[in-house]
């Protein structure tokens, strides 16, 4: 059983600050890429930052400057520093990871439950 777990949502003011976490648990062996998404009400889900375990990012356009992501591949963890936040960056926030369970198996793709980060103006 693999387990995406996000912590570190919550209420900030516009301009304010957030750091996101994502622990990956279970059956892992490696994995390549993690990332955020979020999806505001009445929009679809959206890339918001990516990372290989190389260490490549991938940002979107919208949070360029503003977000952060990191990892630690020892730790299996994900984080995504924002600031500068605005309204418009309100949305529930998923974590997402392309791992294998072993060495030679295919790859999986998972999804957290979800955080929800509200920026009041």
């Known amino acids: 059983q693999v387990q995406l777990v996000e912590s570190g949502g919550g209420l900030v003011q516009a301009g304010g600050s957030l750091r996101l976490s994502c622990a990956a648990s279970?059956?892992?062996?490696?994995?390549?890429?993690m990332g955020w998404y979020r999806q505001a009400p009445g929009k679809q889900r959206e890339l918001v930052a990516t990372?290989?375990?190389?260490?490549?990012?991938n940002y979107a356009d919208s949070v360029k400057g503003r977000f952060t992501i990191s990892r630690d591949n020892a730790k299996n963890t994900v984080y995504l520093q924002m600031s500068s936040l605005k309204p418009e960056d309100t949305a529930v926030y998923y974590c997402n990871a392309d791992f294998r369970k072993t060495a030679w198996g295919r790859g999986y793709n998972y999804w957290g439950q979800g955080t929800q980060v509200t920026v009041s103006s």
């Open positions: 279970g059956s892992i062996f490696s994995i390549n890429a």
């Open positions: 990372t290989t375990s190389g260490g490549s990012t």
